[in-house]
Structure formats: structure tokens, C-alpha cells
């Protein structure tokens, strides 16, 4: 039930572009993404639900593919404070509510 | 602040002892759950209270493992008898009831058993 997600790090300059992607295998409602900096919590980016919909910040973007029940997190123009782990959760059509998280990705973002 | 908050941030403790963290959701959500981190990992699902109710407890949650949440407000973890294996980040997180809300987390407590 845990997603997978891809790449597991990658290093930009600042101003860069990357993608994170995040699939599972099971029917998916809504995926969730998260970002957390070394020794704090996960912070909240976005929401995407299944029929379109999306929540969350205004400078970062994400797409859901409900067919293929996959994610991407785009981050655009990266600037230094986009540097943590990137985690994508997972909440499952059945309705059980609670989000199963993928290992996560590492972004470092240099100047 | 009105932000999830967790107490203690830190805990170290001797293999065999209990302890006790808790959890203070924000004020109007009614969904509280609990997560565990260890280093290198994404949050694994413990398990998770509607109000006072908890909804669904994960495998991973052992007998040694009980979760409170008693007027449907602040939520407590206890883990009985410690083992190396339980040191983690543990994770509370609050949200509205309903599929596709927002889930908040707060700071965590990190325990670590000696």
C-alpha cells in the first residue's frame, strides 16, 4: 500500500526545475504532498483529489493521473528554502482515511 | 499558536519503562491520528480517532501500544515496556472528518530508549 516515489534525491542549482513523481498500486482518492526539513515536522504543500480538484500552495504545482494512479510534484525556479525531503501521501478509494506515505525524495537545492 | 502541538519533544528512557506522549489537535478538527517516522522513512499510519472514537488501529501497532482520546479534544500514546525498536519520531497530525482534507502535523516527539 505504500507508494513509491521517484527519484529517491537529486541536487539543483537555485532556479532550477525538478519533478517528483509518486505512484501507488491501489485506487487512489487523493494523494497528498509534503515537505520536511531535517529534525521538523511535514509541512503541507497540496492536496489533489480525485475529479480534479487541488489545495495547497501557490507557487508549487502537481498533477494527478487518477487512471494511472500516479503524482507529480513540480517545483519550478527552485530557491534555496525548497531543500528537504519531499513525501507524497496516499489516500485510498476504500475511504480508510489514513494517508500511507512513500520513503520520500531529497532535494538539495545549492546556490 | 494554533498549530498541532506535541509534548515532550524529547523523550529518553531505559528499555522496559513506559511512557506517555501526547497531542493537542487544532481546535475544530475533529480527526486526530498518529504516525511513526524513523530515520530515512516516510510517517507509517499508527492509527487515528474521529472525536473520541478511534476508528483504526495499524498492524503495527502492538499490544504495548494503547492511544487515548478521551473528550474528543487533546489525544495520549502510551507505549508499555519500551524496546530499542520503538525509538522513532512519533507524529500527531489533526484534520476536518471527510475524504480529501488537509492533515497538519505537529513537531513530533522523538523517543529514544536506551
Known amino acids: 500500500q505504500q507508494p513509491v516515489q521517484s527519484p529517491q534525491a537529486v541536487i539543483l542549482r537555485e532556479g532550477e526545475d525538478a519533478v517528483i513523481n509518486c505512484s501507488s498500486s491501489?485506487?487512489?482518492?487523493?494523494v497528498h504532498w509534503y515537505r520536511q526539513k531535517h529534525g521538523e515536522a511535514p509541512v503541507f504543500l497540496m492536496i489533489?483529489?480525485?475529479?480534479?480538484e487541488q489545495k495547497g500552495h501557490e507557487k508549487i504545482s502537481a498533477s494527478f493521473n487518477e487512471k494511472k494512479q500516479q503524482s507529480s510534484l513540480y517545483l519550478t525556479a527552485s530557491q534555496l528554502s525548497y531543500s528537504g525531503t519531499y513525501f507524497c501521501?496516499?489516500?485510498?478509494?476504500?475511504?480508510?482515511?489514513?494517508?500511507?506515505f512513500g520513503t520520500g525524495t531529497r532535494l538539495t537545492v545549492i546556490p | 499558536d494554533t498549530g498541532v502541538s506535541q509534548n515532550p519533544r524529547h523523550k529518553i528512557t531505559k528499555r522496559g519503562q513506559n511512557v506517555t506522549f501526547r497531542c493537542d489537535p487544532i481546535?475544530?478538527?475533529?480527526?486526530l491520528y498518529w504516525y511513526r517516522q524513523t530515520l530515512g522513512q516516510g510517517p507509517e499510519f499508527l492509527t487515528y480517532?474521529?472525536?473520541?472514537?478511534?476508528?483504526?488501529k495499524s498492524r503495527l501497532l502492538s499490544d504495548r501500544f494503547s492511544a487515548e482520546r478521551p473528550k474528543g479534544s487533546f489525544s495520549t500514546l502510551e507505549i508499555q515496556r519500551t524496546e530499542q525498536g520503538d525509538s522513532a519520531m512519533y507524529l500527531c497530525?489533526?484534520?476536518?472528518?471527510?475524504?480529501?482534507?488537509?492533515?497538519?502535523f505537529g513537531q513530533g516527539t522523538r523517543l529514544t530508549v536506551v
Open positions: 501521501g496516499t489516500e485510498l478509494q476504500t475511504g480508510a482515511n489514513n494517508l500511507f
Open positions: 481546535s475544530e478538527h475533529n480527526r
Open positions: 480517532f474521529q472525536n473520541e472514537a478511534q476508528l483504526e
Open positions: 491501489k485506487a487512489l482518492y487523493s
Open positions: 489533489l483529489l480525485k475529479g480534479g
Open positions: 497530525a489533526s484534520s476536518l472528518a471527510g475524504q480529501g482534507t488537509e492533515a497538519f
